[in-house]
């Protein structure tokens, strides 16, 4: 879904996509998320499922999904949508993360490092940074 500037979700920052975009295929394959453990795409999630539930019907339909997938492949491959937390340095998916609002910041804070909660400052800004940052992304300063 490609980012459009009234939409209510966030661009992420690293692609054309809102925020919280899911991966059918990556371009380039990481770990699992390492907050919920989250696979990076669809294609990583059936294949991992194939593998855990090899004989039973979801193993099989699993395998059956990411052969469907592969074959897909020649159409293109997505940008990797997991961030680097630039507090711990984990790579998490976008539910587990979030962006400073504070201008320019914008730092990747993942949820077990920002106490406050995803969308929230970092630890190195205060509630009075974010009315002034409100305030120059409006042009007001």
């Known amino acids: 879904m490609w980012y459009v500037p009234s939409d209510h979700r ?23 998320c390492a907050n919920c453990g989250a696979p990076c795409c669809a294609f990583k999630g059936a294949s991992q499922t194939a593998v855990k539930e090899k004989d039973t019907a979801e193993g ?16 293109g491959r997505d940008a990797p949508t997991f961030l680097m937390c630039t507090d711990c340095g984990r790579w998490v998916c976008p539910d ?9 910041c914008h730092d990747s804070i993942c949820a077990g ?18 009315v002034v ?7 007001g300063m």
């Open 10 to 32: 966030p661009a992420h920052p690293s692609h054309g996509c809102t925020f919280f975009q899911k991966n059918l295929l990556c371009s380039t394959c990481i770990d699992n």
């Open 113 to 130: 490092c920002n106490p406050c909660g995803l969308w929230e400052p970092c630890g190195f800004h205060t509630a009075e940074d974010a």
């Open 60 to 75: 099989i339909a699993a395998a059956e999904l990411a052969s469907s997938i592969k074959r897909w492949a020649s159409e």
């Open 96 to 104: 587990c993360i979030g962006l400073c609002p504070i201008f320019p």
């Open 133 to 139: 940052s409100e305030k120059m992304k409006r042009g």
